[in-house]
């Protein structure tokens, strides 16, 4: 009798109980959020013609492309140095779904939608859409896309040098076979962030008017692109470099020659990552690579920042797409799965867990939407110099908002699915590991709030009036409500911080100090939201449930403390005590 009730678990068995998986709907389909930005922020008409390709494509990131993505995370890159016959080859292997992945960016238009502008100022805000569905299924292929559209951009503000118009063709073609990607190399060994007194990189100039680079670039990611723009310092007739950000210079080259041979290149070794492991991340040698001087000597700093703009602008699109989908997975498990005796969407506080992680992913999608809508205005030539300096400003406030709350969303999402959120199989784990790297490249959360500051700086304050008028004025549209005039009252005190105290801001404060700016500009884009569309009263909880939080740790992180000196130095003893 007592093996007859155990019959689950002779043999072969493994117990009668199976757990139903979370799935994926039409990621479109299923984004109530998105759509509703959408049909609040583009013309009807544009709507109308999107909508059909978002439902298309809203299905296919679901199913076949999905598919692809999980491929790639299974089959990652590999590096052949060496033929059998001792040649050095370099020879990059990567995966069937790896290139299935470029031609679907290319067939899809991921790039060639924002430069053939058939939507005019919101053609953007179309191509972000698409890959707001596209990057959590791309295997990663959002990272080389990133830099694609950034020298694509760089190309399109430098008027398209005569030596690049070939190139501006190949990033922006919908045709796979004559689509191509471009890097971005700046980081060395002795700089990342400090590029300027990290670089070591020199550039010979040739008869013919092109350079030869020589160096080593310490992190290459889309290692598989056809071209690449990158920093050096040109040596001058005396063999001397100029030190410093003013010594560094941005160059355009092809990675291979027409025999499609490396351009002068030894692709040292792959990396070995914690996540991103779809993407062939690489230390290269320049070993006297052809290269083109872009842009003036001695700016390239400021001419690599237009490439720098929009891959910043994707890394929040890809941090906020990525919270989004942790989100919908989470959700979807909780209707499956049963715990002491209910669906755990049943239970109040795994409920509060969602709806918590809900409104994070709200935040940040706003955050990264707007920036859509902000550069389309742009590139259009339509923006007011107001929209010009918000860009500029929270371009380094979305990416570092963004990715932070796309690490603490994936933890938490992991955590939704219990033991097996930790499971290798089921694809969760390396959503967490990928996301890791959101804060890091693109610029550290230390050095981009460090970029906010000088942003300020920089205009002497214009950046900040800017954005204070340009909130005041659109709370002004958007009712009397208490959370509106919590937002009212949280900006007159900020924008009080800002004209009497900014000046005692020290480098220390300005995480707080970019973490005010992204929570009273979310408010800002929850009340218009919201009012915009008074038909959905769960946009208004989701505004109160924002403006009651501390929105301006920069006051109240700094009412605590005491002088910067002495914070300073309290900060230095409690870290290196008997270090
Ligand atoms: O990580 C990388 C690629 C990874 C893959 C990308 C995937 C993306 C999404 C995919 C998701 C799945 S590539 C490496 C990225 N590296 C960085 O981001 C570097 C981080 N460090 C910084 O941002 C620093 O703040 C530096 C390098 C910009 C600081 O350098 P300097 O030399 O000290 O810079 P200065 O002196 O502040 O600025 C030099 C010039 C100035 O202009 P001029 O010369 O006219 O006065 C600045 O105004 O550059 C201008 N400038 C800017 N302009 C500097 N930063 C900016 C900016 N953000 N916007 C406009
Ligand atoms: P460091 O600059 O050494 O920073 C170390 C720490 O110091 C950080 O926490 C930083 O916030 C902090 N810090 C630095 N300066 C300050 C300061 N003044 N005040 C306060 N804190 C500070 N780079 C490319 O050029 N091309 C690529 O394709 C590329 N791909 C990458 C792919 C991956 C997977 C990774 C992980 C990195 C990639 N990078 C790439 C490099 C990336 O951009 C850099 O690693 C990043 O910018 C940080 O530079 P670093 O590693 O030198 O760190």
């Known amino acids: 009798p007592v093996l007859n009730r155990c019959y689950h678990f002779q043999k072969l068995k493994t117990g009668g109980f199976s757990q139903v998986p979370p799935t994926l709907q039409n990621q479109y389909d299923s984004d109530w959020f998105l759509q509703l930005w959408l049909q609040t922020n583009l013309p009807k008409e544009v709507v109308d013609s999107i909508d059909p390709d978002l439902q298309r494509f809203g299905k296919e990131v679901a199913t076949s492309i999905y598919d692809l993505h999980l491929q790639c995370e299974a089959e990652p890159p590999r590096l052949e140095q060496y033929d059998s016959w001792g040649k050095r080859v370099d020879k990059l292997h990567t995966s069937s779904a790896w290139k299935a992945q470029k031609s679907i960016s290319a067939k899809e238009g991921l790039i060639a939608i924002a430069y053939e502008r058939q939507f005019h100022e919101f053609s953007r805000i179309y191509q972000m859409a698409k890959l707001y569905l596209y990057s959590p299924s791309s295997g990663l292929y959002g990272c080389p896309l990133a830099m694609t559209d950034g020298a694509a951009r760089t190309i399109e503000v430098l008027n398209f040098p005569e030596f690049m118009q070939e190139a501006f063709n190949h990033l922006t073609s919908r045709d796979p076979e004559i689509f191509w990607t471009s890097g971005q190399w700046m980081t060395e060994k002795g700089g990342g962030s400090d590029v300027a007194n990290g670089t070591e990189t020199v550039a010979y100039p040739q008869n013919d008017g092109t ?19 990158a920093l050096a310092r040109v040596v001058g007739d005396d063999g001397a470099t100029a030190q410093g950000t003013k010594g ?3 160059f355009y080259l092809e990675t291979r020659n027409s025999d499609k041979e490396l351009n002068e290149i030894q692709i040292v070794k792959l990396k070995n990552k914690l996540g991103t492991r779809q993407l062939p991340t690489a230390e290269l040698l320049l070993a006297g690579t052809k290269a083109h001087l872009v842009g003036e000597l001695g700016k390239g700093v400021a001419t690599i920042s237009h490439m720098l703009t929009i891959s910043r602008m994707y890394n929040s699109l890809f941090s906020s797409s990525a919270t989004r989908r942790m989100v919908e997975i989470a959700k979807s498990y909780s209707t499956k799965r049963v715990a002491f005796g209910s669906p755990i969407c049943k239970y109040p506080l795994h409920m509060r ?3 918590n992680m809900e409104l994070k992913t709200q935040s940040s999608s706003l955050l990264s939407f707007e920036l859509s809508r902000m550069i389309g205005l742009i590139e259009a030539g339509s923006a007011t110099d107001t929209t010009k300096l918000l860009m500029r400003l929270l371009t380094p406030v979305a990416k570092i908002y963004t990715a932070k709350v796309a690490m603490s969303v994936m933890s938490e999402g992991l955590e939704c699915m219990g033991g097996q959120g930790y499971i290798e199989d089921t694809g969760l784990p390396s959503m967490l590991r990928d996301a890791q790297v959101l804060p890091i490249w693109e610029g550290t959360t230390n050095v981009l709030s460090l970029d906010v500051l ?6 002497d304050g214009e950046v900040i009036n800017a954005f204070v008028s340009y909130c005041h004025n659109t709370l002004g549209d958007c009712g009397d409500s208490v959370p509106v005039r919590k937002l009212v009252s949280d900006l007159d005190k900020f924008a009080s911080y800002m004209r009497s105290e900014f000046q005692y801001t020290s480098d220390r404060s300005a995480r707080e100090l970019a973490f005010t700016i992204a929570n009273i500009y979310i408010g800002v884009l929850f009340a218009k939201l919201s009012s915009s569309n008074p038909g959905e009263p769960i946009l208004f909880t989701s505004l109160q449930r924002w403006c009651n939080r501390d929105l301006l740790p920069i006051i109240t992180v700094l009412k605590n403390e005491p002088d910067i000196k002495t914070a300073t130095q309290e900060d230095w003893e409690m870290t290196m005590k008997s270090y």
């Open 211 to 229: 350079y030869s680079l020589y160096g080593y670039k310490w992190f290459s990611s889309a290692t598989d692109s056809d071209m690449s723009l």
């Open 353 to 355: 867990t969602l709806a």
């Open 454 to 459: 000088r942003a300020i700086q920089k205009t």
């Open 248 to 250: 560094l210079s941005m």
